[in-house]
């Protein structure tokens, strides 16, 4: 049985940046209000970070940051993917030697590769590091999808431990559980498929809603676990339409405009990403007053 890096609510958590670069006494803030209201684990620089639109040296002060403020009450899990290998592992061992908890490793984009090729990817990284590392499938942002036969090539590596399933396919998040057991363990990458992965073996949620919505996100997993899975699935239908606002532009555009609304100073999302559309922000705001989130 593989190590479980964390099970539960895992957020994605965003970044907040102003004219000088990252806003590092927002971030302290947000990191707290996170672990006080009891989420299990904080993954960060990942896309919800925006860490593609950060220099390395931004990625690595937020990771350091992070992981210093954090000071091991709860998980860090760092996003190090690259469509390089070499910067990927540059990356995982950065995170390895300041103290991370996991890795979590997207696809490579753009150059993209075949599914050979992602073993052989993930390979390279998964030797250069002893730190437990989550596979990231998102094929709608990269074009390149895990198959269910590669999670079990990949999950016969030590620390290849889980897998952030984001296709939004519950056949295939199926076939991956069936095939791979307790060597790939299951995380949900969308928050309108947290009690569907669940019910076929999932451990948690990496979490865009827990940014502006902790506790009950944590819940809606801890419900399920604790054996409550009807009130489990009726949060999770009631999330459904702040959830749906939360994605109605690109992640991360309208999380950042929910963490400006509940007055944080997160900032406007960086270039090539814009600041979320009038209509949809009340669209936004209205379904956070629905939540009680918004007063």
Do not use: W
Request: proline residues 4%; glycine residues 6%.
């Amino acid at each position: 049985m593989k190590k479980i890096i964390f099970k539960g609510c895992g957020t994605a958590i965003a970044t907040p940046f102003s004219e000088s670069g990252v806003n590092f006494e927002e971030f302290e803030k947000l990191i707290e209000d996170q672990i006080l209201e009891g989420v299990d684990s904080l993954i960060v620089c990942g896309t919800t970070g925006e860490a593609s639109t950060m220099t390395l040296d931004e990625r690595k002060e937020t990771i350091k940051f992070a992981i210093e403020k954090v000071n091991k009450r709860i998980p860090v899990i760092v996003g190090t993917g690259s469509n390089s290998t070499n910067q990927a592992i540059e990356m995982t061992k950065f995170a390895e030697n300041v103290g991370a908890d996991g890795a979590l490793v997207v696809t490579p984009y753009y150059n993209k590769t075949t599914q050979d090729g992602l073993v052989a990817h993930y390979s390279a990284i998964a030797n250069a590091t002893k730190l437990p590392i989550i596979l990231y499938s998102v094929p709608s942002r990269t074009g390149v999808n895990i198959l269910p036969k590669t999670c079990k090539k990949l999950s016969e590596i030590e620390n290849i431990v889980a897998i952030k399933e984001a296709s939004g396919d519950i056949s295939q998040v199926s076939e991956i559980a069936s095939l791979c057991k307790d060597n790939l363990y299951i995380y949900s990458g969308n928050d309108d498929q947290i009690v569907p992965i669940l019910s076929v073996g999932g451990i948690g949620v990496i979490s865009v809603l827990s940014n502006i919505a902790p506790k009950y996100t944590h819940n809606i997993v801890q419900n399920f676990f604790d054996g409550n899975v009807q009130e489990s699935r009726k949060m999770q239908l009631d999330a459904i339409k702040l959830i749906k606002a939360l994605f109605s532009e690109v992640n991360p555009i309208p999380v950042k405009a929910a963490l400006n609304m509940l007055g944080y100073k997160f900032g406007e999302p960086r270039l090539p990403l814009i600041p979320m559309s009038i209509e949809k922000s009340e669209v936004l705001k209205n379904e956070m007053k629905k939540f009680e989130i918004l007063k």
